[in-house]
């Protein structure tokens, strides 16, 4: 399976039922973890201090008709039926939604963006799954020109989708942490109260501990039990809930009335407004059903949850409610939860189940953590860091050792230092309806730019859930003190360091683009460019995707020899999750033929899988290669205008044999397995048969083959940027103390990693921005 591709993760659309209900299955594992571990402490997060539970149960049917509303109104429609048909090519999540807009209308972030980006094929700009226009052209195109106009809006957007990012990150120490513990809560019922205290935190943390560790190994070795896992989970909450309901109260479904609701708020007032902050934990883990979308496909999600996770939540729900509607003294000082409504001979089974079900969601917010933070990453938002592929089946399955010590830490922070599930809930609540406001303002505008419907119905869509949402948000925010200072202080933190990376990264392309060479001067150093051209090619590493960087000048004017092939190759991505194979290579020429002078562009998404140093300099010399095939054949064909006259042309790379060192034939339109880490050197030989090539190309391409031969070496710069004279304080603080610790500190591009040292030049430079 071609991990870069993409293309196979939604294929489950055009198959079968039979692929789609074992899609189903595979994502109750992966997507619907958290949200079914939610039973576990949303009554003890609600009934904790705010409201009491009365003999007359207006308390506790209120509740359960807020969890169910809740349910329906916020996975179940807004969720299944409204922004899982939100998705790019596949993809979901806030990122996802930020690139469709970014796609939409010019207010990307990206500043070496091309007009040629836009004939990708994954690029697309149709209604995104919204139907056909619902009348909303003309409001499309005045929201477009409105955000392209002013550039806060576009500041305001990025934010917008960076605070909703931050929160995912939060979320992914938070719900660990209160999943977790309050699984292992249930051993209060079985233990003493001078014994659990001293059991309850240090088995939670060995458990949080075990789980970090183990990460680097991937899930695909144990992956095959979370969908189970679940599975007996969700089928055990729901047969103790159905038991509950005809054994206890049978009549509690008439609390199901939104009625309830009214009831509840009106005895309960400030107080019941107050407990919306542990009622709001029930839709937990709602936005990993669109964040996990790119691994399934929207019709299995939406099988999976509507037959079976939702029914078997509400069961789950009805069944405690029903249970504590008939026992309002508990002689325990547990009081309201999970494990008292759970028949005593059960409770042991019950728990190791929770243990596990605790784990399989705790794993999925730290996996969708890694992938948010590589999307971030690929896009320019967040410091380079190393991504490792634990499996090279599966897609996605990712692990970031940085983020995953230090997601340990603060999980265990927060669990040592809460002790309760009261504060962890405030905390994980606020950070699960941040991510679902953001939602909500990004899905209001892919309404009216994506799907081309009217104002009046994103308006109506944001006041509806956003009215919703707001209020469950109010609720966490008021907790501020008691807990829910955490999500903020983390957001804080990880904006911080994500928003000055993306300001100092977007600082040094500026001083790049204003300070790039003429090319009009190259040309007037001749073909030999003023000094000795020597064997081999000589990759000029850049961010610029137009003119010649000025680190060039550097190398001509202090060299006395140069590669008689020059490449300037730069490695850019594009707000599409993936780009095809074929797509990649975007190959220009710079000057005449006889100076030898390519411009490279490799475009990668923001979910792709960057190919190893073999494989890519494969890649690159043979689409050099057909980019001179296909000029001798076709010199007006395919080709894209650059914006300083320089034309490019997207090309594949067939046109040349590659032969390994014991004369084995390698074809390079598809990618061979690597089994080996050793490499191999490789030669190339001239294509035959219906292939003809003029005298030029054919001395130009042996040229190419003779370099390639003789190796390749890899130019980097590298720079030191420093706020300029006169800057204001805030400009020098985030240049030359944020950025400048952030880029010492963390790796660098993915190039520079994995090139080898021998063949590496590096000619630092001081960027005054």
Not at 178 to 204: N, Q, R, T
Not at 274 to 299: K, P
Not at 449 to 460: I, K, Q, T, Y
Not at 699 to 707: D, K, N, S, T
Request: neutral net charge; glycine residues 8%.
């Amino acid at each position: 399976m071609d991990l870069e591709s993409g293309s196979f993760r939604n294929q489950a659309k055009k198959e079968s039922w039979l692929t789609v209900l074992t899609l189903a299955y595979q994502s109750l594992g992966v997507v619907y973890g958290d949200l079914s571990t939610s039973p576990l402490y949303v009554y003890k997060s609600t009934f904790a201090e705010d409201i009491q539970h009365s003999e007359s149960n207006e308390e506790i049917f209120g509740v359960l008709s807020f969890v169910f509303w809740t349910l329906t109104l916020v996975p179940l429609i807004k969720y299944v039926f409204i922004v899982l048909r939100a998705d790019d090519n596949g993809e979901g999540g806030t990122f996802a939604l930020y690139s469709l807009l970014c796609r939409h209308a010019r207010v990307g972030f990206l500043p070496n963006g091309q007009v040629a980006d836009e004939e990708l094929s994954t690029y697309k700009k149709d209604d995104c799954g919204g139907g056909s226009d619902g009348g909303g052209g003309g409001a499309a195109i005045r929201v477009k020109a409105i955000l392209e106009k002013h550039k806060v809006l576009q500041q305001v957007l990025l934010i917008l989708a960076l605070i909703g990012t931050c929160m995912v990150i939060g979320d992914g120490v938070l719900t660990p942490a209160i999943s977790v513990f309050s699984a292992v809560s249930g051993l209060e019922l079985s233990m003493s109260k001078e014994h659990h205290k001293y059991v309850e935190v240090p088995v939670a943390c060995l458990i949080l501990v075990c789980l970090f560790a183990l990460q680097h190994y991937g899930t695909h070795r144990v992956g095959f039990l979370f969908a189970p896992v679940v599975v007996i989970w969700l089928l055990c909450i729901s047969s103790i809930g159905v038991y509950n309901i005809f054994h206890w109260n049978p009549s509690v479904y008439q609390a199901l009335s939104p009625y309830y609701m009214y009831k509840f708020l009106k005895k309960t007032r400030r107080e019941g407004w107050m407990s919306l902050g542990g009622i709001l934990l029930c839709i937990t883990g709602s936005e990993a059903m669109f964040a996990d979308l790119g691994h399934f496909s929207q019709l299995s999600i939406k099988v999976a949850f509507t037959s079976f996770v939702y029914p078997s939540l509400i069961l789950a729900y009805m069944g405690q409610a029903a249970y504590l509607s008939r026992h309002h003294v508990i002689e325990s000082n547990y009081h309201i939860g999970f494990y008292v409504s759970v028949p005593e001979h059960l409770r042991w089974p019950v728990l190791a189940i929770a243990i596990l079900a605790a784990v399989v969601g705790s794993q999925s917010i730290i996996t969708g953590t890694f992938s948010i933070i590589k999307q971030c990453s690929a896009l320019g938002c967040f410091p380079k860091v190393k991504i490792v592929h634990t499996s090279s089946k599966i897609h996605g399955q990712i692990y970031i050792p940085e983020i995953n010590w230090l997601l340990m830490v603060l999980c265990l922070a927060v669990t040592i230092g809460f002790r309760d599930t009261k504060r962890m809930g405030n905390a994980s609540g606020l950070a699960v309806i941040t991510v679902m406001l953001v939602t909500t303002c990004l899905m209001s505008l892919v309404i009216v730019l994506c799907w081309r419907r009217s104002v009046a119905l994103a308006l109506l869509f944001i006041l509806f859930f956003g009215s919703i949402e707001a209020l469950y948000f109010s609720a966490s925010l008021i907790k501020f003190l008691e807990g829910a200072w955490v999500p903020i202080a983390l957001s804080l933190a990880f904006l911080l360091v994500m928003y000055v990376w993306h300001y100092g990264t977007l600082k040094k392309y500026e001083f790049d683009v204003h300070n790039k060479v003429s090319i009009n001067w190259l040309l007037s150093l001749g073909p030999s460019l003023g000094i000795v051209r020597v064997r081999g090619i000589g990759l000029i590493h850049t961010e610029l995707v137009s003119g010649i960087p000025a680190i060039f000048s550097h190398f001509v004017t202090n060299l006395p020899a140069f590669h008689q092939v020059l490449v300037f190759l730069c490695i850019k991505s594009v707000p599409v999750p993936y780009v095809h194979a074929s797509e990649r290579f975007l190959i220009g020429r710079i000057g005449p033929k006889e100076y030898r002078l390519y411009r490279c562009i490799v475009r990668y998404g923001y979910h792709d899988v960057h190919a190893d140093d073999t494989e890519f300099e494969k890649d690159l010399v043979c689409s050099i290669a057909e980019f001179i095939r296909s000029e001798n054949s076709e010199p007006n064909g395919g080709v894209v205008d650059d914006a300083e006259g320089e034309r490019m042309a997207v090309v594949g790379t067939t046109s040349m044999r590659v032969l390994s060192e014991d004369d084995e034939e390698v074809g390079t339109s598809e990618r061979p397995k690597a089994k080996k880490k050793n490499k191999k050197k490789v030669r190339f030989v001239l294509p035959e048969g219906p292939t003809k090539l003029d005298s030029g190309a054919r001395v130009e391409m042996e040229e190419l083959m003779e370099a390639r031969e003789a190796g390749l070496a890899f130019i980097l710069g590298h720079s030191h940027m420093r706020a300029k004279s006169g800057s204001g304080l805030v400009k020098r603080l985030a240049i030359d103390y944020g950025y400048d610790f952030l880029r010492k500190n963390c790796r660098g591009p993915d190039y520079a990693v994995s090139v080898p040292h021998a063949s590496t030049l590096e000619v630092g430079m001081i960027y005054h921005v």
